[in-house]
């Protein structure tokens, strides 16, 4: 998959004809608490995004949700004009709404008004990837995706959209999307802890498709078990650079966006995720995808990545 050389961690994959980094940035956490509104501090978030491209990365996950409209306006500011290299994977099919909440926008005239949305917030012609957002703050739900996808196929034939990718998807949506057209990505929640989707993520690597956690730290409930804190320990490492590492080993077709508004954080993560882990380290953190060992969180809330974080 590689096709230019990368020093970071798990090289590269090609989205369709784009080449990434797998290591890539989530902007999400950029924007005010809840996802709401402007970050506290407005230079420490342009700086988190130009060092991401400082580092190398070429991947930035985003949706004029997040704010709404404060990522993509931040990812503009720190970064436009962008480097040919990068690429920015956006969303539609979620709006906010006054409390916070995320109510679905899937009529044909909400994608097409998101998607000139988030044309004009991040100053773009084309919008290299857009994932067509399913399922609701539970998780997937089952459904046709059929009219909103159509109308995403419809906008890549007007040269709007590059490439197509679906989130928060069924197996069976995924499937249903691509009988409709070809997809590059599945952006789906999924971590250590959290392994749902592992019989699709050996599929779509079959098919060169790629998949793309969500919540890979554990989101809103950063990842905490004995087992990832032993492992870091004994590389001398830390969990969240441990928990990085397992998704690049799980799959080649799994692209990291880690959030971050720290970039210290970002740095560490970028150095961390490539650890190389052994089978003795493998078979210790595979014990808490299956459930030996709960996350100190999950515990607490019945759950990772609990209704109130998710989005
Ligand atoms: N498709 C969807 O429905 C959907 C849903 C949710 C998210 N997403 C995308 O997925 C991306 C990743 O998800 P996420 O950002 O919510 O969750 P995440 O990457 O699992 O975790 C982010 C959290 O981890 C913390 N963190 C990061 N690096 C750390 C480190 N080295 N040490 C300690 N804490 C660290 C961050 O805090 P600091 O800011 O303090 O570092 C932040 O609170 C988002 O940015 C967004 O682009 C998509």
Redesign the pocket.
Known sequence: MSTFPTSLPGGTWTLGDLTVTRFG??????AGPGVMGPPADHDGALAVLREAVGLGITHI???DA?GPRV?NRLIREALHPYPETLHIVT?VG?IRDEQGG?PPARRPEDVRRAVLDNLEALGLDTLDVV?L?L?DARGPRPGSLAEPFETLVELQRQGLVRHLGV??ATAGQVAEARSIAPIVCV???Y?LAHRQDDELIDELARQDIAY?????????S??QSSALTAVAARLDS????VALAWLLHRSPNILL??????V???R??VA?AGLSLSGEDLAELDQIGRGQHQTARSAQAGGMGGDS???
């Open positions: 940035y989530g902007a999400m956490q950029l996950d985003t949706s997040y990522t969303k979620a995320w994932n957002r399922g989130s928060n952006q789906n929640m971590n793309v956690p969500f919540f890979p730290l554990g989101g809103f950063p990842l830390t969990p969240m650079s966006i880690p959030g971050t508004s720290s210290a954080h970002l560490e993560n961390g974080g998710r989005t």
